[in-house]
């Protein structure tokens, strides 16, 4: 027994559409419905057959469902759940993969029909690229989900979210909707954010040109890049939804690195050697949580005839 | 005809032992010696066979070496410099592969004596592990070379050098020494002090578990983690040695930050957009140049079935 007959999802870019994926790789008979507000992401999911069928509306789409996941970006749930409210079946689980939950919780409050449970969830996965033909089944595999259900939640809902989200490959977590926004601000929104910044700062040089910032990025700047390459409207939104978590964040930040300018403007070795050292074992500690690859440099293929042309 | 008949390579770590792997697997007439001055590491070395010889003390590696590397961190440069000084021999090119290149001119003006050609050199290539078990062959393939030869280097001798590592399978580019290192402080340096300064962050927090930061690290703040596991020592040393430049590169860095931190509190989507959608720009010219990959999650395996049991 499947935890829920039929299915909508809202928004079908990478993560909707690899839910999607994962949903029929995992759960067969399964009925798939979906929405998606850009006429070529529709267009694209049905050439792929991603859903049984694309809705014209999301409240078509979500008519009949006794789950609905709205994978919009942040900025965007209020309307979406206002526009689907009188279509929410009665019993159905109302639910999202958002990065930040608060935001999302008081966005949907007044969403929520009577027989309907609100439970928010934030797959903690994905990719640098958007959109339903980057999306796949497995993306969800040995990752965590959060479910950040509010207080007055039903606990069969909860349990019953958790059954599905294992199911399709995730490790289930249970966390209060603040407690969720300040974890995810240092592990994901300030990354982003810092990412997002240097490149910035590289671009804009006078004395460096950008060439020579691509041709010599394998030295570190490279790694920062990707994460820069995420999707622009959705991050967007998680910084204004996740405001004082990231700003709090962001402050003990800036105070860490001010210590360590310190330590190089006045030579301090033993103060860098310190922090240095003190790195690896997180990162040990990740790779033996299985949550990245140990391989060096992640997994990169160094092959013996490189990709181009040397001089090229 | 390989450009050098014997090479000594000083310090066997994941530079000096790739570097030797390379020449073994692109120039295998060339007589390989080199030395550690850690014994464990020469005992790997040999156990390896990555060498025709271990020697003894810098000073026995180098003798009759045409070419003379030194893979070690460049505050030990000057000690390096001064113990082979005497054994050099004369018409030999010595060189390095330190990440901050002014430093080891300085380091190693008094180390040359007449008749011997002092061309630096920074491969830009690496992983974030350490030691010569690390190393491998394709390290430098397709990554770029720079040369920094000081005004009064012999052409021919640049020439030589960069015959050396075209054929190891970079591409090479000479470059001022000063200049070299303003490009390396934006490129590498301040990536790698900033992954280190958000480790730091992270690990420091009351609010956030240690055990939450790396249960939830997916969500991009692994990608950092990688590059702060990377040598200590050789970081600290490349930080005292580029001040200046990482220093003009971290405020730069940091008004940048300070002005999305601004948009973030004041609410300025746009102004978050706008820098956000540039970064997609650099990172496609990134992997256009064959400077990184182009898969999703810089390649990273998404297998079917997750690495560690879930709820393990």
């Known amino acids: 027994m499947t935890p829920f007959a ?6 079908l870019g990478l993560i909707g559409s690899s839910l999607a994926r994962a949903v029929r790789a995992r759960m067969p008979g399964v009925a798939l419905t979906g929405f ?3 006429g070529a992401v529709c267009e694209t999911v049905r050439r792929l057959s991603l859903l049984d069928s694309v809705a014209g509306s999301p409240a078509a789409a979500v008519a009949g469902a006794d789950l609905v996941v709205l994978a919009v970006p ?5 309307a979406v759940g206002e526009a689907i409210r009188p279509a929410l079946a009665e019993g159905a689980i109302l639910s999202d993969v958002g990065s930040s939950k608060q935001a999302v ?15 928010p969830a934030h797959p903690v996965a994905g990719t640098e690229q958007s959109g339903p033909e980057a999306g796949f089944a497995s993306l969800f595999m040995g990752r965590w989900c959060i479910l950040t259900p509010p207080p007055a939640a039903d606990p069969a809902a909860v349990a019953r979210l958790a059954d599905f989200w ?3 490959g995730s490790r289930v977590e249970t966390m209060d909707a603040r407690h969720h926004d300040l974890v995810l601000a240092i592990t994901s929104h300030l990354p982003h954010l810092i990412a997002y910044s240097i490149v910035g700062t590289a671009s804009d040089l006078e004395d460096v040109t950008k060439a020579e910032v691509i041709k010599y990025s394998a030295g570190g700047f490279r790694d920062f890049t990707r994460i820069a390459a995420s999707d622009p409207t959705m991050w967007r939104d998680v910084f204004l939804m996740n405001r004082d978590a990231v700003l709090e964040m962001l402050a003990r930040f800036s105070e860490d690195l001010a210590a360590l300018q310190r330590a190089i403007r006045w030579g301090d070795g033993e103060a860098l050697f310190r922090r240095f050292e003190a790195s690896r074992a997180i990162r040990r500690a990740i790779v033996d949580a299985g949550q990245d690859t140990g391989a060096a440099d992640f997994g990169r293929s160094h092959p013996e005839t490189p990709a181009t042309t040397p001089g090229a």
Do not use: S
């Open 105 to 119: 919780i008081d966005a949907l409050a007044d969403c929520v029909p009577p027989g309907v449970q609100l439970v």
């Open 74 to 78: 942040l900025g965007a749930m209020r």
């Open 36 to 38: 998606d507000r850009d």
């Open 6 to 11: 039929r299915i909508a999802i809202i928004g």
């Open 166 to 168: 294992t199911r399709l």
